[in-house]
């Protein structure tokens, strides 16, 4: 079946949804974007099999990670990130994302470089792709390691809670049908 083309817009009014989480000896926790930018805010796409997505990039602002735990464990975050030398988390596409189809479900595999904290990593990712009411939905997940980008994962209570080395990102970016 060939479907045709489809123009999707991002909302202006919406923020997409990434977020970090992982585990200490305390508790597993989660921080999450307050400010996300240089991400497409339009896209012309259908699902259907090899399709593909030439650039996809988006930026955080390490000062806008919030771990909902007040200010100073905020700056424990901000401080592993190195907010103040490398002041953004920036994923850039490097090649072509090509969608596939596994089983029941739309994948476009995306291939790019992380910079965090400094460093830069190249890393594949798996998003999953889905039409709702409307809407052209990204999202998935990447399991990384704070020492992957040299970072030394915060600690509190004099060293009495250390945070594991393990991370995940989450991502949800959201489109919808532009009006023609």
């Known amino acids: 079946m060939v479907y045709s083309q489809q123009n999707y817009t991002y909302p202006t009014d919406s923020l997409p949804s990434i977020s970090i989480t992982g585990t200490s000896t305390l508790h597993g926790w989660t921080v999450t974007a307050g400010e996300v930018t240089d991400f497409p805010t339009s896209l012309t796409f259908s699902l259907e099999e090899s399709q593909t997505i030439d650039s996809f990039s988006f930026a955080v602002a390490v000062m806008s990670l919030d771990g909902g735990r007040g200010a100073s464990m905020n700056g424990k975050i901000q401080g592993a990130l190195q907010a103040t030398t490398s002041p953004r988390i920036v994923y850039t596409q490097t090649q072509?994302?090509?969608?596939?189809?596994?089983?029941?479900?739309?994948?476009?595999?995306?291939?790019?470089?992380?910079?965090?904290?400094?460093?830069?990593?190249?890393?594949?990712?798996?998003?999953?792709?889905?039409?709702?009411?409307?809407?052209?939905?990204?999202?998935?997940?990447?399991d990384l390691k704070m020492s992957d980008f040299e970072m030394t994962p915060p600690s509190a209570m004099f060293g009495q809670i250390q945070t594991n080395d393990a991370i995940t990102v989450h991502f949800r970016f959201g489109y919808l049908v532009a009006n023609e």
């Not at 009411?133 to 999202?139: C, E, P, R, W």
């Open 96 to 142: 072509p994302a090509t969608l596939v189809k596994q089983e029941e479900q739309w994948i476009l595999n995306s291939t790019g470089t992380l910079a965090m904290a400094g460093k830069e990593k190249d890393i594949s990712v798996a998003v999953e792709l889905e039409e709702q009411n409307g809407s052209l939905i990204f999202k998935g997940r990447k």
